[in-house]
């Protein structure tokens, strides 16, 4: 199964009512508004975040300066991954961390930016899988 945006513009392909019945996450945890490209058969998936002002992390990181806490940007990945495990056919299954290597954050994320989630699957098994990530805005 391929399923895949049109055109530049990108179009939903999962929304947020559809991500609120695959994820357990809720406000102000839930860190995916869409998914905007989804390919069962190359085991990827691309997920989107759009961050205004009023979420509760930028209160208080950094006040005056206000930056998306890294841990969080791995959490939006992490559930990125969790939807593309979900439609793999790994319902009965929660995306949970168990390993992090090689992370890297080259820049940082402020209200008004839309935080792009590339996850490409490695492989998923009966006790746990392992994706591959980035996270961007403005490629």
Same mark, same amino acid.
Not at 40 to 59: D, R, S, Y
């Given at each position: 199964?391929? =399923?895949?945006?049109?055109?530049?513009?990108?179009?939903?392909?999962?929304?947020?009512?559809?991500?609120?019945?695959?994820?357990?996450?809720?406000?102000?945890?839930?860190?995916?508004?869409? =998914? =905007?490209?989804?390919?069962?058969?190359?085991?990827?998936?691309?997920?989107?975040?759009?961050?205004?002002?009023?979420?509760?992390?930028?209160?208080?990181?950094?006040?005056?300066?206000?930056?998306?806490?890294?841990?969080?940007?791995?959490?939006?990945?992490?559930?990125?991954?969790?939807?593309?495990?979900?439609?793999?056919?790994?319902?009965?299954?929660?995306?949970?961390?168990?390993?992090?290597?090689?992370?890297?954050?080259?820049?940082? =994320?402020?209200? !008004?930016?839309?935080?792009?989630?590339?996850?490409?699957?490695?492989?998923?098994?009966?006790?746990? !899988?392992?994706?591959?990530?980035?996270?961007?805005?403005?490629?």
């Amino acid at each position: 199964m391929s =399923i895949s945006p049109c055109g530049s513009d990108r179009e939903t392909v999962i929304g947020v009512r559809e991500i609120l019945e695959i994820l357990p996450q809720r406000y102000p945890f839930l860190l995916v508004d869409r =998914i =905007i490209h989804l390919d069962l058969e190359k085991n990827e998936i691309v997920g989107q975040k759009n961050l205004t002002v009023n979420e509760t992390f930028f209160q208080g990181h950094f006040p005056g300066i206000p930056i998306m806490p890294g841990v969080l940007v791995l959490e939006a990945l992490a559930q990125t991954g969790g939807i593309l495990a979900y439609k793999k056919g790994y319902q009965d299954k929660i995306a949970v961390f168990l390993n992090i290597t090689d992370v890297k954050f080259r820049k940082p =994320i402020y209200p !008004g930016d839309v935080l792009t989630l590339h996850i490409q699957s490695l492989f998923f098994g009966a006790k746990g !899988g392992r994706v591959q990530g980035v996270a961007k805005v403005d490629n």
